[in-house]
């Protein structure tokens, strides 16, 4: 009996061994777990204010392009304008028009007193 008593005691022994062991494995993987969903949340949030800094460049520079395109269309205009005065057209197109208009008028004022 005391034999029995014994190896009953050993068991139970072992087995509170075998349940500390799964116990202190199923703490170390929940601290894992724990510790790698901390580090993946500050990952998160760095990747998010680093998107946040880009997306507010994105916008800078889509600013800078459109004024940049602004200055470009005025730089054609006065190159266009210059161009037409060295060839000799000190007058643009509609210039031109309202004058020979102006003209016209005139030499009929001339021909109707004449």
Known sequence: ????????EISITE????IETV?????EKARFASELINRLREEKRV????????????QKVKA??????????????EQEQMLSSMSGNIFSSQE????????????????SHL
Do not use: Y
Not at 47 to 58: I, P
């Open 15 to 18: 087995d509170m061994q075998n």
């Open 47 to 58: 990747l998010q204010e680093d998107c946040s800094k880009l997306l507010d460049e994105l």
């Open 96 to 111: 031109k028009e309202e004058l020979k208009s102006k003209i016209k008028d005139l030499i009929l004022k001339i021909n």
């Open 1 to 8: 009996m005391d034999n029995q008593i014994k190896n009953q």
């Open 23 to 27: 116990l202190r494995t199923f703490w």
């Open 64 to 77: 800078e392009l459109t004024n940049k395109e602004q200055e470009v269309k005025r730089l054609r205009a």
